[in-house]
């Protein structure tokens, strides 16, 4: 087979931008190899397991499973095993619990959803297994249930979003909002930092309709489309995540806007929606960064050492605009 | 005092009156023959009288008392058994739960002694003639023996009356004199039956009583023995007794001419595991081959080998001939062979089409062209074999689901005969049709047999056999036992040939035993 | 036989809205749309509902002649996603050959389907389970997992373009929907399939070659379920595997079953298909158009189904 | 019961054809245990390969993993069955497994009683609806379970604010029931067994077990044979509800909370066990204990390839929907086996 389309989204993920700490200076709390009683291992000889909640058939994920991957080989990591829960967060309780079973020593996890831990934690005590959670935030205690979490923070990455609404909109007009999967936490702490800061910085900014995308580009045009129908004097468009947002483009071409009649912000930083900006149907994106890897084994590292390591390591995550894109599209996933 | 009775009955399906105001009475006791065509409204009252329908209108007592089924639960548990019309069991359970499903023996703990209840339905069938492994499942076994099943079913509970709609349609003679003998018993021990059979012989051997309906309506009830049978005919009928005396009952002349020595059909050295064990036919055009045996025997399953529908260990079937290379059913039918299947609801109509879609449904390619139906032509055949075979139906639209067993019973001949076969296989074609349908069937395979037709006929009804067939072949178990021509043809020379056959294998058998 | 001629108005009523229920359905919720949603009268908004009804419709078309035959299949979902994947990996040799090997795809699923069910005897349900599962790994293993944007121009233009102001996907539905009408109603293709789907045994021995009809039957499934696939890729621009029809076949089922085909076989409704997608069309846009969260959405969908199906059943008298 | 009927005395066939018919029906049996033992045997093998080839699944604590992490799936696929066997179909046990573990999170608060009681009285009562709708609307199971599927689903993301809020379990004694274990076994496992004897005997031994093989078989006859037809089916989807809420508490207990996200797609993977286990989709046949095989088989085979490390996912996926036509196949070629006799 012959291919000429250039992979819009997800090309390989090169070594792009890494991650950035942004909190978890030493001044919060910590977590050290003596907290928690567990003994030192060589990681090099280790057995490490990652567990991916979705499959690698999102920009996001493929550069996270491959972030992972890329820096365990860089470590001289051997003993690497991957399972992905495709979604069905009780596979993702078994999996991680399966990896358990079979001797890891390390967890890298990066859950599908914040709470229903408890089995896994049991089990991960009783073998001394030290679980790095990744990108989402597990709803348990850190340095006991697990030991850190390492990702962003999303109801930031909301907050951020609704000052770059308010900042296009020049503080007032209607807004929708193309929620990710209903349930999911992201979806959750995405809305809240939202609608809080909206209501905050620009409460003449009205937020008239709200419905699930689903997190993909097929359903958010469709929602796009329908709410365009209802409200056509809609002036901004928050989606959840980036393919929602591009489906709402294809949505404002087939009603025959044109770029930058209304104002678009979304979350993530693919390619595509970068270069949505360079184009002019987005206003801006805020990033989340998904190259976890590097992060990762170094907090892991520094805790076998007997180092103390943060709690909570909030990285810092950077934003596209018109500004920068055109320069960084190079440099998103 | 009366044991089950309606009064003023009425009971309407979509665009038919099925029960108009019905009045009838069943005593302690009583043999009651319930009588009438195709769609007069037998089967209808019966589930009306045990709680499968719901009158429109009109009462049922029960022992003196109004009472009102709600379901038929509620007709056994109040003393009334009945085997509906068409085998209703169920085919994947096995014999001994179907034969005590809702009263299996139960032990201590109140869980089904499954032992037990083994033991007792071979005890219970074994005397009602079959034999077999009870916990084989039902579905395997011949409709003949099903039904033995359905009847040993409904007796074995302590009823106050038992309803046999048309307990003998797959019957073999024997089983029917085992049936008379457990009607006999019931009588004897004051309970009441209500009987309906399409086959007038029994009523006057057992019935002491008759009700006959036509369009739903009680058009006679009294004693049986004062009504004379041309008398019972003509009231089921509706015409005049001088017009059924003309026509006569049954519709067979006798001779075919058989035209031509070479055979139209010939099916030589037929094997399938444990079915059938090498059997030979030859039928030659205009001649009508009677298949006999008994239950069991391998008939069906012959003629479903010939027509493609049973796979095949050995054997050739030719037709004018030709040899048939694809064994299937559609090879089968595009050579001229059609096969009246024996079991009409499982195998034969499609119930949710029309009429006019089930007759032409084999002969589609004829009436097309580059794969589009012409409407034209399926109208004139269709048109053509309602005339012919007196198909009565509101309209060629109407569905086949909704007719009497005897229009569907037609519909499926004249789907048949519009393919313009060259043999018919027609297995059990009177079963369950009344007297005027069936003389007209009959009639009708003569008058094939005339046009050249080969003509296959199976039926358990000895006497259509016996007036019907000019040749009779007898099986056993799978094996042709022999053959009865010209003078033979009768029902003692029927019963001649199988007697013979079973104390020849009864013989074997003992000699193998002792070597 | 007494033909009854009078019948009470209620009795007409019910005789009559099994087949019509769902037009009646259609039809009050377009008033209630016209009364209380803006804008919903304008051409742009109802073209939106044909266009996003269109893919539904035509994998809905597959699935009544499969449930005609009573059977069922859930593989269309697969199907698409199959379908979708293989458009970028071809455009390179051209828009007509990309689309071609699409439907390849759909054919040979639905073959293999139509095989197992026909000449292995699996019950539909199964079969087709297998490649609802498989089908979808395939798809996303021939694309690599990857999302594709499509910027061919000719894609572009079918998935958004129009003819005498109707959209092609809206025009190629039309196509197809006349098409099945035609084939079940005159052709003994059509016919076959009813009698298996209502005694298929008769129709086995009434010579009708039931193997190769069911295995057309899946194999029309299948490409019309490619077709949707294909007609998916144009309209959102882009090929992605793992998003693309996902739990269509709930709602091609829906749509079938609420437009009076019962699931038992033997009957095909087209029209009544179509009018069933249209009918949960309008019910999840007007919910969106009144931004109803999706638990009460949801619920009201539950409701409208059950009424819907309720009006539509067989009635069986007792 | 039995009354006692002369009747004139049937020369019985002959011994020949007895014995033929003997032989015949051992042979029939045979091929029966087989068949009816089909799941059995591939899981044996499959077992068996994978303890040969992954020294971790040989390990006491993954055979652990497999038995708990099936136990849900497990406890869902036992109502399945006997809806399937009446000829049935319930397509709303995912919704009702989150509905359930939701509310059994949320009632965990007023103890370990009520944390069990609220999502069976809950998930019962759609079983209610399901069976009253299909018993005497006589509307397709397939449509009835949909509707339900999707009303339980709104149901569960309206009482958790649209899925966002997750319950957490209060009640330590609820907990404990997911995280405990005696003689070595969890008790959701030790509950499942019991849950699945209970099951086989209801099945097998009773009188409601025949009416649901006798419904299945053909409805229309077990009407007519006085079976009371439409409690059975009201009794089967409200068997297979409470059994699916029970599920979602059990799973609740587990993991601590009412997680809004799992579910679905948990039909299909209950219906693939049961047919797995040798249970035809058109009724009338089947057994509980094929069904445990089915579902033991499927969690088998997602272990296998966890085993064997980085199989990508989709082709994870290719690997688990040929297998089950591959197994389906066997079953299918055996039990026609069978029926040739
Ligand atoms: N469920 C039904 N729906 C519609 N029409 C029906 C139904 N059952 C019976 N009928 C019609 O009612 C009439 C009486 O039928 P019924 O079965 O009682 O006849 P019958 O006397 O038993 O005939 P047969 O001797 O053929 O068994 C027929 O015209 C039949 O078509
Ligand atoms: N009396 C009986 N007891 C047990 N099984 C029987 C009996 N009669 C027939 N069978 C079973 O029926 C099967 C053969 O039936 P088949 O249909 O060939 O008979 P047939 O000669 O066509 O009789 P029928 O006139 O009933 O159709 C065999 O499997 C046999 O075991
Ligand atoms: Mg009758
Ligand atoms: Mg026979």
New binding site residues.
């Given amino acids: 087979a012959k291919e000429e389309e250039s992979p819009g989204a997800g090309a390989a993920p090169s070594a792009g931008a890494g991650q950035v700490v942004q909190s978890g200076a030493p001044d919060g709390p910590t977590c050290s190899l003596d907290q928690m009683g567990y003994t030192k291992i060589d990681l090099k000889t280790a057995k490490v397991g990652f567990s991916q909640s979705e499959k690698e058939a999102n920009p996001f994920r493929i550069a996270e499973t491959q972030s992972i991957k890329d820096e365990a080989a860089k470590q001289g990591i051997t003993q690497l095993t991957l399972t992905n829960a495709n979604s069905q967060f009780t596979k993702q309780i078994s999996d991680v619990e399966q990896m358990i079973d079979s001797g890891v020593q390390l967890l890298v996890v990066a859950p599908l959803n914040s709470d229903g831990w408890d089995s896994v934690f049991a089990k991960a005590k009783a073998k001394k297994v030290p679980i790095i959670t990744i990108d989402r935030k597990i709803n348990a205690t850190p340095c006991t249930d697990y030991l850190t979490f390492i990702g962003s923070d999303f109801e930031e990455q909301g907050k951020r979003a609704a000052d770059k609404m308010a900042e296009a909109l020049g503080n007032k007009g209607s807004v929708a909002i193309l929620l990710g999967s209903p349930g999911n936490n992201v979806t959750t702490l995405r809305t809240k930092g939202f609608k809080d800061q909206i209501a905050k910085i620009a409460p003449d900014v009205k937020i008239v309709f709200e419905q699930t995308g689903q997190f993909s580009r097929e359903e958010g045009q469709k929602v796009s489309e329908q709410m365009l129908q209802a409200n056509p004097d809609i002036a901004g468009i928050y989606a959840e995540n980036d393919e929602m947002a591009l489906g709402a483009v294809t949505a404002l071409k087939g009603a025959g806007k044109s770029a930058g009649d209304v104002k678009i912000v979304s979350i993530d930083g693919t390619r595509g929606a970068v270069q949505g900006i360079v184009d002019g149907w987005l206003h801006s994106v805020i990033e989340s960064n998904p190259r976890f890897g590097p992060l990762a084994f170094e907090t892991a590292t520094k805790f076998f050492n007997g180092e103390p390591v943060a709690q909570d390591i909030i990285i810092s995550d950077r934003e596209y605009t018109e500004a920068n894109a055109k320069t960084d599209v190079a440099n998103a996933y | 005092m009366t044991l089950l009775e309606v009064a003023g009955v009425s009971k309407t399906f979509p665009g038919v009156r099925a029960l108009d105001d019905v009045s009838f009475a069943l005593q302690p006791g009583e043999v009651h023959a319930l009588v009438g065509e195709n769609g007069a409204g037998k089967s209808t009252l019966i589930k009306v009288l045990t709680g499968v329908y719901q009158p429109d209108d009109g009462a049922v007592r029960y022992r003196g008392e109004p009472v009102s089924f709600g379901t038929p639960l509620d007709a056994q548990r109040a003393g009334i058994s009945t085997i509906y019309q068409e085998v209703n069991l169920v085919p994947l359970m096995s014999v001994a739960r179907n034969l005590f499903l809702g009263r299996e023996p139960r032990n201590a703990l109140g869980l089904v002694d499954e032992r037990r209840m083994n033991r007792e339905a071979a005890d219970v069938?074994t005397r009602y003639?079959?034999?077999?492994d009870v916990r084989r499942q039902l579905g395997?076994?011949?409709?003949?023996?099903q039904q033995?099943v359905a009847l040993a079913r409904a007796v074995m509970v302590d009823a106050k009356v038992v309803i046999m709609d048309e307990p003998t349609s797959?019957?073999?003679p024997r089983?029917v004199e085992t049936l008379f003998g457990v009607i006999r018993d019931l009588h004897a021990q004051g309970i009441g039956i209500v009987y309906v059979s399409h086959r007038l012989d029994e009523l006057y051997q057992i019935c002491d009583r008759v009700t006959i309906l036509r369009d739903g309506r009680v058009v006679h009830t009294g004693p049986l023995e004062e009504l004379e049978r041309i008398r019972l005919v003509s009231l089921m009928l509706g015409r005049d007794m001088a017009e059924v005396r003309r026509e006569g009952v049954t519709g067979f002349t006798g001779e075919h001419e058989v035209q031509g020595a070479q055979p139209v059909l010939r099916a030589a050295g037929l094997r399938n595991r444990?079915?059938l064990h090498g059997v030979d036919l030859a039928v030659r055009p205009g001649e009508v081959v009677g298949?006999g045996?008994?239950?069991?025997?391998?008939?069906?399953?012959?003629?479903k080998a010939i027509g493609g529908a049973l796979p095949l260990d050995e054997g050739t079937v030719e037709v004018a001939g030709a040899p048939l290379r694809r064994r299937t059913s559609v090879g089968a039918v595009k050579a001229g062979i059609a096969l009246l299947p024996?079991d009409r609801k499982a195998e034969g109509i499609v119930p949710s089409l029309s009429v006019r879609e089930n007759i032409a449904l084999a002969v589609l390619p004829r009436l097309s062209r580059l794969g589009l139906v012409s409407e034209k032509k399926i109208d004139t055949i269709v048109e053509r074999f309602m005339t012919r075979l007196r198909i009565k139906a509101s309209s060629p639209h109407q569905r086949v689901g909704d007719l009497s067993g005897g229009n569907q019973q037609k519909v499926l001949l004249a789907r048949l005969l519009a393919t313009a076969p060259k043999v018919l296989l027609l297995?059990?074609p009177t079963r369950g049709i009344d007297v005027g349908a069936k003389a007209e069937v009959q009639a009708l395979v003569d008058e094939l047999a005339a046009e050249g037709l080969g003509v296959v006929l199976?039926s358990?009804d000895a006497e259509e056999l016996i007036e019907g067939a000019d040749r009779v072949v007898v099986?056993r178990d799978?094996v042709v036992v022999g053959t009865l021509d010209g003078a033979d043809v009768s029902t003692e020379g029927l019963l001649r040939t199988i007697a013979a056959a079973s104390s020849a294998a009864a013989s074997a058998a003992t000699q193998e035993e002792a070597s | 036989m007494t033909d009854v001629a009078v019948r009470t108005p209620a009795q007409r009523v019910r005789a009559w809205l099994p087949a019509y229920g769902v037009y009646v359905a259609i039809v009050v919720l377009l008033l209630f749309n016209i009364a209380f949603t803006e804008n919903f009268l304008a051409w742009s908004n109802l073209r939106i509902q044909l266009i996003q009804v269109a893919p539904v419709v035509i994998v809905a078309l597959g699935m009544a002649l499969v449930i005609g035959t009573e059977g069922i299949d859930l593989s269309v979902g697969s199907v698409m996603a199959l379908a979708a994947a293989f458009i970028p990996l071809y455009l390179g040799y051209g828009v007509v050959a990309a689309i071609l090997v699409a439907l390849i795809a759909g054919v040979a699923v639905g073959a293999v389907n139509g095989l197992l069910v026909a000449r292995v005897g699996l019950q539909p349900i199964v079969a087709t389970l297998a490649l609802l599962v498989a089908g979808r790994g395939l798809a996303l293993v021939v694309s690599d997992s990857q999302l594709r944007e499509i910027r061919n121009p000719g894609l572009v233009e079918l998935g958004s373009g129009s003819l005498f102001g109707l959209p092609y996907l809206v025009w190629i539905a039309l196509a197809l929907v006349l098409t099945v009408a035609f084939v079940v109603r005159r052709t003994v293709f059509g016919r076959r399939l009813l009698a298996i789907g209502g005694n298929r045994p008769a129709a086995e021995l009434a010579g009708v070659p039931v193997g190769r009809v069911l295995v057309t039957v899946y194999v029309v499934s299948g490409t019309l379920a490619a077709v949707a696939g294909v007609l998916a890729v144009a309209r959102i621009q882009a090929s992605d595997a793992s998003a693309v029809g996902v739990l269509i076949e709930l709602s091609a089922i829906t749509a079938v079953v609420v437009g009076g085909t019962p699931l038992s076989g033997g009957r095909v409704r087209v029209w009544g298909t179509v009018a069933g997608a249209l009918l949960m069309q309008l019910v999840v846009a007007t919910m969106i158009k009144h931004d109803l969260p999706s638990s009460t959405a949801e619920m009201v969908q539950a409701v409208i189904i059950l009424v819907a199906v309720y009006a539509a059943r067989e009635r069986r008298s007792r | 019961m039995t009354q006692d009927v002369t009747v004139p005395p049937i020369a019985p066939?002959p011994e020949s054809a007895l014995r033929d018919?003997r032989r015949a029906d051992r042979l029939d049996r045979i091929v029966g245990t087989v068949q009816r033992q089909g799941a059995l045997a591939v899981l044996v093998l499959v077992a068996a390969i994978g303890f040969a080839a992954f020294p971790n699944f040989r390990s006491l604590a993954n055979a652990e993993t497999i038995l708990i992490s099936a136990a849900p799936l497990a406890l869902i696929a036992l109502g399945m069955t006997f809806v399937i066997i009446t000829g049935g179909i319930d397509l709303s046990v995912g919704s009702l497994y989150v509905l359930g573990g939701v509310v059994a999170a949320y009632a965990s608060q007023w103890g370990v009683l009520a944390a069990f009681l609220a999502p069976l009285l809950l998930c019962g009562a759609f079983g209610v609806v399901n069976g009253v709708l299909v018993a005497y609307t006589r509307m397709a199971p397939f449509i009835v379970t949909l509707a339900a599927l999707l009303g339980a689903r709104g149901l569960m993301r309206a009482l958790s604010n649209e899925g966002s809020e997750t319950y957490l379990v209060r009640s330590e004694a609820f907990r404990a029931f997911g995280s405990g274990e005696f003689l070595g076994l969890a008790y959701p496992v030790w509950l499942a067994l019991a849950l699945f004897a209970g099951g086989a005997v209801l099945l097998g031994r009773t009188r409601f077990g025949a009416s649901v093989y006798a419904i299945g078989g053909s409805e229309d006859a077990a009407r007519l044979m006085g079976v009371a037809v439409r409690r059975t089916q009201v009794n089967v989807y409200v068997l297979s509800g409470l059994l699916a809420g029970l599920a979602g508490a059990v799973n609740a207990a587990r993991l601590g909370s009412g997680v809004t996200v799992i579910g679905v797609g948990v039909e299909l993977d209950a219906i693939a066990a049961v047919v797995i286990g040798g249970t035809l989709l058109t009724g009338g046949a089947g057994t509980v204990a094929g069904t445990i095989a089915g579902v033991l088989l499927l969690g088998v085979i997602q272990n296998l390839i966890n085993q064997v490390g980085s199989v990508n996912i989709s082709w994870q996926q290719v690997i688990s929907g040929a297998f089950l036509a591959v197994v389906v196949v066997v079953q299918t070629y055996l039990t026609r086996l069978r029926r040739i006799q």
């Fill in positions: 069938l003639g079959v034999r077999t395997t076994l011949a409709l003949g023996a033995m797959s019957l073999e089983e444990h079915k298949l045996g008994l239950l069991g025997a391998g008939r069906s399953e012959t003629l024996e297995d059990e199976v358990s099986l799978g | 066939p018919e």
